[in-house]
């Protein structure tokens, strides 16, 4: 869909002190092998810092940049991918409580790693709902570093890791214009990130860690026991190469007008194979570089990449970005961005 009239007016980012990958490997928690197969370099480490109080300081670092106090806000959706706290209890009251911001409607949004395009949907539908709606924010928080997560065997080709980000989206001109976002789901793919896994009792209760690359690996195995091949995998890859060209359209661009490609921060070979090379982009026009060096963060990846194109003057007004992701259902994900002004805070 094309999205009229709504900006990003600030961004804000936490992002935790990293583990180097040569020190995981020199303590035995990653293989040598799978570090030189990644290319990866480091992850964000929180430590026992919870999520929700990251989501608080990301969400002040917004609303600084921003100028406006919580309270003025229409909207705040909490974005997340791993567990907040108590169960039962809901993170976006912590952050209400402790942002001043009792009279703002929130609501928790919970789509893996495609979490922020979900919430980007949500916004932009609820901003426009009503003329006297004028702004809205999108906080993510994750902190993977919990008994039943082990970070360094989560998966293949990616570390998670901690940090939070915000953003205020706005009716109102901002820095940056959201020129398109589209999604789509391969619901046969769906069992890619359960195979091997009952879905009752859920896993959590039964303190068992999360490992998604030996259900990916069950998933293959099975489907090629079965007869049935990795067709749902392919049909992955070629559905979200129409979201991508959907988006383009809808922004009015072509690929030969992209500045730059966010991806999620996955190994050298995940963004390289099946994103950058898929779309006829060379590596660096991505933000791989620096990705490698902080960790898969969840749902945080693109905004933090964003912050960090903006705080290192490596976009200016009339780039446009690309956003790309996918995350488990499998749900996809293509958006477009257009800086249109320097940011204000620079």
Same mark, same amino acid.
């Given at each position: ?94 952050? #209400?409580?402790? @942002? %001043?911001?009792? +009279?703002? =409607?929130?609501?928790? &949004? /919970? ?5 922020? !395009? $979900? ?125 991508? #060209?959907?988006? @383009? %359209?809808?922004? +009015?661009? =072509?690929?030969?007008? &992209? /500045? ?5 921060? !996955? $190994? ?79």
């Amino acid at each position: 869909m094309g999205t009229p009239d709504v900006y990003i007016s600030s961004l804000g980012v936490h992002l935790p002190g990293t583990v180097s990958v040569a020190s995981a490997v020199e303590q035995g928690l990653y293989s040598a092998e799978a570090a030189e197969l990644t290319q990866l370099t480091g992850v964000a480490v929180a430590g026992d810092l919870p999520a929700p109080e990251m989501a608080v300081r990301a969400a002040q670092g917004a609303l600084k940049r921003y100028g406006r106090p919580a309270d003025d806000l229409d909207l705040m959706l909490y974005v997340n991918t791993w567990h907040q706290g108590p169960d039962g209890w809901p993170p976006q009251a912590y952050l #209400q409580r402790h @942002l %001043d911001a009792g +009279g703002v =409607t929130t609501a928790e &949004v /919970r789509n893996g790693c495609n979490g922020l !395009f $979900s919430a980007l949907e949500l916004a932009s539908g609820y901003l426009h709902g009503d003329p006297a709606r004028q702004a809205a924010m999108i906080v993510a928080s994750d902190n993977f570093g919990t008994p039943m997560m082990n970070r360094w065997q989560a998966g293949h080709g990616y570390i998670p890791g901690d940090a939070a980000s915000a953003l205020v989206l706005t009716k109102e001109p901002g820095f940056a214009q959201l020129m398109s976002l589209r999604t789509a789901t391969v619901p046969e793919a769906e069992e890619v990130h359960r195979t091997g896994e009952p879905l009752f009792p859920p896993s959590i209760t039964l303190g068992r860690q999360v490992n998604f690359g030996e259900r990916a690996d069950r998933f293959r195995a099975k489907a090629i026991r079965s007869g049935a091949g990795t067709g749902s995998l392919l049909k992955v890859q070629g559905q979200t190469m129409v979201v991508i #060209q959907q988006a @383009l %359209d809808d922004a +009015g661009i =072509t690929l030969g007008d &992209v /500045r730059r490609v966010l991806f999620l921060n !996955f $190994s050298r070979t995940m963004v390289e194979e099946r994103c950058m090379n898929a779309l006829g982009l060379p590596l660096s026009r991505s933000v791989w570089e620096y990705g490698r060096s902080i960790g898969h963060l969840g749902a945080s990846d693109h905004v933090v990449a964003l912050e960090h194109l903006v705080e290192t003057d490596a976009v200016d007004p009339g780039d446009n970005l690309l956003l790309i992701s996918v995350g488990p259902g499998i749900h996809l994900a293509g958006a477009v961005i257009r800086v249109v002004a320097p940011a204000p805070w620079r």
